[in-house]
């Protein structure tokens, strides 16, 4: 173990560990904006910046690794400064008009410059205007809003492992982009859009809709397969508007392109929402409750087993079902019918 | 007696570009010529290129020696080789008039050579000539006789520091990565000189390759790397070509390979061309551009001598802190030691330019007052103005102003006052520099140059230049300085590597040093040095102007009128202040305020 001292408190953490999680496991905080603890430490923002005694210059505590007997201090008036300097500048070079982000209220940015209290701002100067033209169904990419955090770019990369954008430029016109500026071509995940912590990324499919009044956010379960990723709905009246993910499930918050915004079949007209029965050769199909269709299936099921024998019916399974679900679908068919002519889509 | 005629023609790049090319190929064809008809100078010529030899400013230079006593003509071009191979070579009359005088020796001569020792003797791309000056000599030694640790040993007695800017001591450095436990180690030559101004790693892997691939193989030896790669800028063909060159003749000779020297020791040295952006000098940088990210630096711990290219451990050294390996190996760690001062040992290569007058390449032992090398070697100022400050350290630098004149030159020297040794570029001002102008000229280049990761250095020095662009331009408020001050301060305490870092300090120091031609540009709104052209006016003087009409014809907005042979004048309203009137004007009629 490694006994550090941060603010006065003692703190014994394990080797390997950063001062930023040191820190917070004292139960201390610094803002951190290019951080997220799922992906490597980047160091870019220098708002986790804490003094070390003995080191000349403040360093970033997400990138520096804890040692023994370490003094750390995450507050003092120099530290303030440099990070309020920090957010002034990011400020300096943002939109600035949270009025109608779409992120207004789940800003990372936005909240620093609540709690640094910036109205007035040192170092007006040109904005960027990036073009904000991507053709992509999906993602929403306002670039005048980046703040070079790297996380849409690593999570790319390190969690997806597809990499579909980077880094370009240098200086003031650095930015984030696909290959060549070409539109956004890629699986549309959205992980780069969920670790955002600006407007920069967002999901098409929820611009335009309520940010928080009379939203409703439900924890529940998706269930498009078997991975069974926890999801947050959001909800406006009887629409869902918006799927999420929270960091600290099993799933870890990533979820897939699906997941994340295929959800629009729920609100569709096109939707069944009752079984349906087609009652006569060549009628129409008709509403019907759940017991009527199951046992109008297992109705024909037996008769036809009982005609045919057991080896004229089979089964086809869902990736979209559970492993149990699926492990009760064979066990139907292979102890209930009596046939090993049990499939699954996965499979095609 | 000694008839052999040796023509040595400066090819490093200055000399190339001064017209070398030619003056050689003027050699080749008087001697053919000549040839035909002489048997002397058919049998015993030697026509050959060598490297920068410092003195550029008056390339091409040229060494002819005949019967074993050499003279060194400065300023040829191809048109005067006719009468030098006549005259000189043939006739045994050296033509004086085109002969250095005492100011070039005096160049020579205040200067300690060590790096640049060969620079300008030895043809570049012979092999056959570096083995001449000893070369491989201290490889084969250190191989031969010595254990790593002994290697190692001499270079941290010997007191070499990084010549590329950090300073770091090099012996330390190698035993810090020795002490890792890893089946792979890298050796990497960090030849991404990028600093305006700066061309010293340029000159001597152009002038000699081969000192630097020796440093590499003593280096690679004392940590067990097995694997080399030199980072070079692909804005340095002759440089590239030259080392490729050498490492081809090195491989056929078996001084890189396997088994060097008859040991079981093994070295393969590659080339990564950089692209040109300056941040890839910036060691962590350089090693994500060798394994084909973008050339971003990361945060240290941990540093490359334990966690490198491609997380093994890796040592980077500067072309200059190798070249000095082989001598060091050669005579001696105490020798080295010897000169130079306390803390810094051993010599400087300078890359000498700006208004001075011998603009070149010159070496001095650590400690050298500023004053030596600007008025000793470097001639004093072009056209006998006033110094006004020498810009060190290129943009990372700072400039130091008259009053520290007698500066020792070394590292903590120049850190003392608020500048730095960087990789060893020296720009001289004099009166007509504006040091405002001259802040937003480093401050340019270090913003396009950031790579933008951290938010000090992208956006910091973007507000920095924005604020000193609108002092310049006559828009500067009240308190600008002090908010460049501050900003500049954060800036280089937040920013992540040493780009960031270090781009404040032109600003800090023009401000610590001279205050007041910002206050004049932001109270008076005037330009002392005259220099911001949007705080000028222009006007004409009656009894000089003679109305020839020149102004008139450069003005691109039609500001000047006036009959012929009549003193003209300017309408300031329409005035732009491009200056085309001032630089047309020949009788000095043109003024600015």
């Known amino acids: 173990m490694l006994n550090l001292n941060i603010d006065g408190k003692d703190v014994a953490v394990a080797s390997g560990t950063t001062v930023l999680e040191a820190l917070r496991l004292a139960g201390l905080e610094v803002p951190t904006l290019c951080h997220d603890e799922r992906l490597k430490p980047f160091g870019a923002c220098r708002l986790c910046i804490v003094e070390i005694a003995g080191m000349p210059k403040p360093v970033t505590s997400c990138t520096t690794p804890a040692t023994d007997g370490m003094v750390v201090k995450t507050n003092s008036e120099r530290l303030y400064r440099l990070r309020k300097t920090t957010v002034e500048l990011l400020l300096s070079d943002h939109p600035n008009d949270c009025m109608v982000c779409g992120s207004s209220g789940d800003c990372t940015l936005q909240e620093l410059a609540y709690l640094y209290g910036i109205r007035e701002n040192r170092f007006l100067g040109e904005v960027r205007e990036h073009s904000r033209t991507d053709h992509n169904p999906f993602i929403i990419r306002d670039q005048n809003k980046c703040v070079m955090c ?47 912590p600006t407007g920069a990324l967002a999901g098409s499919l929820w611009a335009g809709k309520p940010r928080s009044g009379g939203v409703v956010k439900t924890d529940t379960t998706c269930t498009y397969c078997g991975c069974g990723c926890n999801i947050t709905l959001s909800s406006h009246g009887d629409k869902v508007i918006r799927i999420d993910s929270v960091a600290d499930n099993h799933n870890r918050g990533w979820l897939c392109v699906k997941g994340r915004f295929g959800y629009e079949f729920i609100n569709s007209n096109e939707r069944l929402t009752t079984p349906l029965i087609r009652k006569k050769k060549g009628g129409e199909f008709e509403k019907a409750t759940w017991d009527e269709a199951l046992s109008f299936v297992a109705e024909k099921l037996s008769a036809i087993k009982e005609k045919h024998g057991a080896d004229s019916v089979a089964g086809l399974c869902s990736a979209r079902c559970t492993n149990e679900e699926n492990y009760l679908f064979q066990k139907l068919f292979r102890v209930g019918f009596g046939t090993n002519n049990i499939d699954h889509c996965a499979r095609y | 007696m000694n008839s052999e005629i040796v023509v040595s023609v400066c090819m490093g790049t200055g000399g190339i570009a001064a017209g070398g090319d030619m003056v050689m190929q003027a050699f080749e064809k008087e001697f053919e010529e000549a040839g035909v008809s002489n048997a002397i100078v058919k049998e015993h010529t030697r026509l050959h290129k060598v490297g920068c030899r410092g003195f550029c400013a008056r390339d091409v230079l040229v060494d002819i020696s005949v019967g074993g006593i050499i003279s060194t003509y400065q300023y040829i071009q191809a048109d005067m080789v006719n009468r030098l191979v006549k005259d000189h070579c043939i006739g045994k009359r050296p033509v004086t008039e085109w002969m250095v005088g005492d ?31 000893d070369g491989y000599k201290a490889a084969e030694k250190a191989l031969t006789t010595l254990s790593p640790a002994e290697v190692i040993d001499t270079v941290k007695r010997s007191g070499l520091r990084g010549r590329g800017g950090g300073g770091f001591p090099t012996g330390v450095k190698w035993g810090f990565c020795a002490a890792n436990e890893s089946d792979q180690y890298y050796i990497i030559c960090n030849a991404d000189e990028g600093d305006p101004g700066a061309f010293m790693d340029r000159s001597v892997v152009e002038g000699n390759p081969h000192a630097v691939l020796e440093g590499m193989i003593i280096g690679a030896y004392a940590i067990g790397a097995s694997i080399g790669y030199v980072y070079i800028r692909a804005e340095y063909p002759l440089a590239v070509e030259r080392l490729h060159m050498a490492i081809k003749d090195a491989n056929e000779r078996g001084f890189l390979g396997k088994n060097l020297f008859g040991s079981d020791f093994n070295l393969k040295i590659k080339v990564k061309l950089g692209a040109g952006a300056f941040v890839c000098g910036e060691e962590t940088a350089l090693i994500a ?38 001598h060091i190996l050669n005579k001696g760690a105490e020798w080295f030691a010897a000169i130079g001062s306390e803390k810094s040992k051993g010599t400087k290569v300078i890359a000498l330019t700006g208004k001075i007058r011998n603009t070149g390449l010159i070496e001095i032992p650590m400690g050298m007052p500023l004053k030596d090398i600007i008025f000793d070697i470097g001639g004093g100022i072009e056209g006998d103005k006033l110094f006004k400050a020498v810009q060190t350290g290129g943009p990372s630098g700072g400039c130091i102003p008259q009053q520290h004149i007698d500066l020792p030159v070394h590292y903590e020297g120049l850190a003392s006052v608020g500048s730095m040794m960087g990789s060893g570029g020296m720009v001289v001002l004099d009166e007509t ?71 404040p300090n032109p600003v800090l120091s023009t401000i610590k040093y001279f205050r007041h031609e ?55 309203t329409l005035c732009i202040q491009c200056g085309s009137c001032f630089d047309a004007c020949k009788f000095s009629a043109v003024l600015k305020e």
Not at chain 2, 111 to 130: A, F, N, R
Not at chain 2, 447 to 475: A, D, F, H, W, Y
Not at chain 2, 525 to 540: D, G, N, Q
């Open chain 2, 289 to 326: 551009s060798i394994e084909g990210e973008r050339g971003m630096p990361r945060a240290k711990p941990p540093f490359p001598a334990n966690k490198g290219l491609w997380s093994k451990p890796t040592i980077i050294n500067n072309v200059e802190t190798l070249a000095n390996l082989p």
């Open chain 2, 518 to 572: 910002y206050e004049a540009h932001i109270k008076q709104k005037k330009c002392p040095a005259k220099v911001c052209s949007k705080l000028l006016t222009f006007f004409i003087r009656e009894d000089m102007c003679v109305g020839c009409g020149m102004c008139v014809r450069a003005c691109s907005v039609n500001a000047i009128t006036g009959e012929k042979k009549q003193p003209h004048k300017i309408n300031n």
């Open chain 2, 433 to 503: 520099d504006c040091m405002v102008n001259i802040s937003k000229f480093f401050l340019e280049f270090t913003q396009s140059e950031s790579c933008g990761k951290c938010v000090p250095c992208r956006l910091g020095t973007k507000r920095l230049l924005e604020i000193l662009t609108r002092i310049t331009e006559g828009e500067g408020k009240e308190g600008d300085i002090e908010l460049l001050q501050e900003l500049a301060e954060d800036v280089r305490d937040s920013s992540l590597c040493g780009l960031g870092m270090s781009a």
């Open chain 2, 103 to 133: 100011d070039y020796h005096n160049f020579h001569d205040s200067q300690t050579k060590i790096v640049l020792h060969d620079l300008g003797k030895i043809d570049p791309e012979s092999i056959d000539e570096y083995i001449r000056v």
């Open chain 1, 150 to 196: 790297g996380l849409c770019v690593r999570v790319c990369d390190e969690v997806q492992g597809v990499g579909a954008i980077g880094f370009s430029e240098r200086g003031f016109e650095a930015k984030v982009i696909p290959p060549f500026g070409h539109d956004l071509d890629c699986e549309f995940c959205g992980q780069c859009v969920s670790v955002c």
